[in-house]
């Protein structure tokens, strides 16, 4: 997964389009917005994950002489436009808003300056990053918080679709706030913790259980979590499993750290049955811990039934985010720079562009945007997002009134002084110069556990969250609707 020129990593259009811009000679530069339409899973926000790889990318941006012969064997493009191929670079500049990030709908959480060729090849990978690991990194911070302070391990590489959504899925789960994961190659790229115990297999390579048991004890003396559910979990594993463990005790030689992990059957009534064998066999601290087809949901489920479980280990729903397996993230044309409109009431040079459709959720923001984030002072959590033109300017000392751009009598006014405000599209390329040191993944995740403390409980439940608002600046809104009201008329 290293080294690779991900260059034709992209839809036969955008180099299709690039063509025609060329034949065109249509060389301006433009604003396009990465956004998504609604949260997956219902959830009240997600995470955006993804940045470093799409940084990887554009620095490796250009097309090998093999990559030119095959374009040139499809019959379908020039040999002038190979030539200017062949050179190819990105010269551009791209804002987003950090890893580990919470985000919401419709506001730009990546954003594209740059001619319009190079704007346009790049689409495709930069959704094909950033909707993957977003949509990952959103599925784990709903476990992580479904488990309640539980330790959640990543397990999911066998399910999932393919290598490398295997290895960016477990990356993006850590950024959400898993403790670790299974996938090794993951866990030496990233700087991961490394997780896990034995399968099934090992038990049923011995003679019987508790051989099997001793052996991985005797092997791995300083983490000995024992699998009890291959032949009878109450009547024979976690009896065996306390066995060992009170040979281990007699020796003198307990591991650090020990218990089982159940795997099958109700985990709730086993977990409970079992918590309480431990404890009367003097091994309170024994920890707990469940696997088999969880979720969210099941997670908050078995809690609620009292299960006595100390850490999950999550593997198909989560890396394949069942439940809603895409993220949606879309990539739009918003402005092309203009001179004349340097003179005009916007001053910033950027002619709006605007999608319409006749689903509301589909009509774009136009213009060249950045979002801010606001907070209430006292509590520090999120009051809402506002999507302004950039270059605008708040006085947080001033009142400050949001609306609902869909519903404008919904309006909520801040006094000035109770709120504070964040730019949070921050520059990561600018003329083609990287400008961003990606952090490490453990630092991501730290940074996303706080980013999450920054939601209001209401905004995190699993089930019917309260919505947290994405408005529009006055100025961006008036120009959404004088070219609403534009269009409408032809």
Known sequence: MDNRNLTLLTDYYELTMMQGYYKNNLYERVVFDVFYRQNPDDSGFAICAGLENVIDYIKKLH?????????????????????????????????????????????????????????????????????????????????????????????????????????????????????????????????????????????????????AFRKYASLYPGNTTLLVDTYDTLRSGVPNAIKVFQELRDKNAMPKAYGIRLDSGDLAYLSKKARKMLDEAGFTDAKICASSDLDEY??????????????????????????????????????????????????????????????????????????????????????????????????????LMLFDPDATWNKTRLEGGTYTMKEILIPIFKNGQCLYESPSVMDLQKFCKKELETLWDESRRLVNPQKVFVDLSDKLYDIKSSLLDKYSQK
């Open 63 to 211: 097309f090998d002489y093999e990559d030119i012969d095959y374009l040139r064997s499809l019959g379908d493009f020039d040999e002038d436009f190979l030539d200017y191929l062949a050179s190819f670079h990105f010269t551009g500049d791209i804002y987003a808003i950090p890893e580990g990030s919470v985000i919401f709908p419709r506001e730009p959480l990546l954003k594209v300056v740059a001619p319009i060729m190079e704007a346009q090849l790049v689409e495709t990978a930069i959704l094909n990053l950033i909707n993957h690991q977003s949509l990952i990194a959103t599925k784990a911070a709903r476990v992580c918080y479904a488990a309640k302070g539980g330790a959640v391990m990543e397990f999911g590489l066998r399910r999932a679709q393919g290598p490398d959504a295997g290895t960016l899925g477990a990356r993006a789960a850590v950024i959400g706030g898993c403790v670790g994961t299974s996938n090794v190659i993951c866990a030496k790229k990233y700087g991961i913790p490394a997780l896990g115990t034995h399968a099934h297999s090992w038990i049923m390579s011995f003679p019987d259980e508790i051989t």
């Open 298 to 399: 099941l997670i908050d489920s078995l809690l609620a039934q009292g299960a006595k479980i100390d850490s999950w280990g999550v593997g198909t729903n989560l890396i394949t985010s069942k439940n809603t397996p895409a993220f949606g993230g879309v990539y739009k044309l918003s402005a092309v720079e203009n001179e004349a409109y340097a003179k005009s009431e916007t001053n910033d040079g950027w002619d709006p562009r605007i999608k319409l459709s006749e689903n509301p959720i589909k009509v774009t923001n136009p213009g060249n945007k950045t979002v801010f984030r606001i907070y209430d002072k006292e509590t520090g959590k999120i009051r809402a997002d506002l999507i302004a033109l950039a270059g605008e300017e708040f006085d947080t000392s001033e009142d």
